[in-house]
């Protein structure tokens, strides 16, 4: 069974595409996504096919991937599903008509910032130049970058929630600032071709996304806690746990994604994120514990961690006034949340 036919995984394909979003846009689309096996592509391309059955759109995704086997094992081969294998350090091979690009493919854990900085940057400016110019030359009709609330880098208290004009400090001079960095000069690149030559581009900026498919050596700490209960293992806290993050589900935020690509307006930026669900990496701890008490687990404090570039962001929320002022709002709370997550790995 494919992740996209788990049962948790399809009733939150069908919760997405039952939106109120104008789908027959999508009509006669081709819609290319890069890094689809990523855990937020893989809900943004599972939400499409849906589309294709549910309001009978004709609707084309290419998925762009580094691995044809992984696609694969992620989504079988449904139709309406073509694979193009591409790291974007060249422009990859698109089919003709592609209509929508959403670009999504980066590293998006701390681990890998440390020991590839430069395959982090990569895809974030030279794989977005590759695609804006595949936009330009060929008239698609939207590009979608999926960007990070890490573009504001430390803001001030009094900043927070954050606005889409509220920017902090990121200090370039650093490895850890190969994600923020890179996603801020794409950002910067996908203005820069909607002013100069017409690229219809909009952007997400998506906060602490996880869900089902999250896998469990990603390295972030909220994946870390999955792992721990899926695996029957204590968690284990290697901080004081003090830094507070606001934590969206993953098919609140790809309806977020979904409603820009097909709504946003271009040239703009939209933060995605559940502002309301706000809560210490401490206290996450212990309410995914106490999700699941048959199963004895415990929170133990104290430890360190090695060899992993922690953000100096203290506290990290969104104002997502913007995006709500299209018609979104978040839907899933972070008990229901992390619980389908854990169960979606049974």
């Known amino acids: 069974m494919t992740l996209l036919h788990h049962p948790i995984v399809a009733e939150d394909l069908d919760r997405i595409v039952a939106d109120d979003l104008p789908w027959h846009d999508l009509d006669g689309a081709v819609v290319a996504v890069t890094g689809a096996y990523g855990t937020l592509a893989t809900y943004l391309v599972g ?4 589309a294709r059955d549910v309001h009978g759109v004709r609707l084309e995704v290419v998925a762009v991937v580094r691995s044809a086997a992984k696609a694969r094992e992620r989504f079988g081969t449904p139709d309406g599903l073509s694979v193009v294998v ?4 060249t422009p990859p091979a698109l089919p003709p008509g592609v209509t929508h690009v959403v670009h999504a493919a980066s590293p998006a854990t701390p681990a890998v910032y440390d020991t590839d900085p430069v395959g982090t940057l990569l895809p974030n400016v030279l794989g977005t130049w590759h695609l804006l110019e595949h936009a330009r030359v060929h008239g698609v009709r939207r590009f979608l970058f999926v960007s990070s609330g890490e573009v504001y880098g430390v803001v001030p208290p009094e900043r927070i ?6 920017y902090g400090v990121v200090d370039p001079a ?12 794409a950002e910067t690149m996908c203005v820069a071709w909607h002013h100069q030559h017409g690229v219809p581009a909009v952007i997400v900026r998506p906060f602490h996304t996880y869900g089902p498919g999250l896998s469990l050596d990603d390295g972030r700490v909220f994946a870390d ?3 721990n209960v899926v695996r ?12 507070m993050r606001p934590f969206c589900y993953l098919s609140d935020a790809t309806r977020g994604f979904l409603r820009v690509l097909l709504q946003g307006e271009p040239g703009t930026a939209y933060n995605v994120g559940h502002e309301e669900a706000l809560i210490s990496i401490a206290a996450l701890a212990d309410r995914v514990v106490a999700l699941f008490p048959e199963r004895g687990l415990r929170v133990v404090r104290g430890a360190h961690r090695e060899g992993y570039l922690q953000s100096p962001i203290p506290t990290n929320a969104p104002d997502t006034t913007r995006l709500r002022a299209l018609g979104w709002a978040p839907e899933v709370g972070i008990d229901e949340g992390f619980a389908r997550t854990i169960r979606s790995y049974a």
Do not use: H, M, N, Q
């Open 47 to 50: 939400a499409l096919l849906r």
């Open 86 to 89: 591409s790291d974007l350090s």
């Open 161 to 166: 929630p954050i606005p889409e004009d509220g």
């Open 174 to 185: 650093t490895v850890r600032a190969c994600y923020g960095e890179g996603k801020r000069v």
């Open 225 to 227: 806690f999955v792992a």
């Open 232 to 243: 029957g293992e204590d968690i284990v806290l290697k901080s004081a746990g003090t830094a």
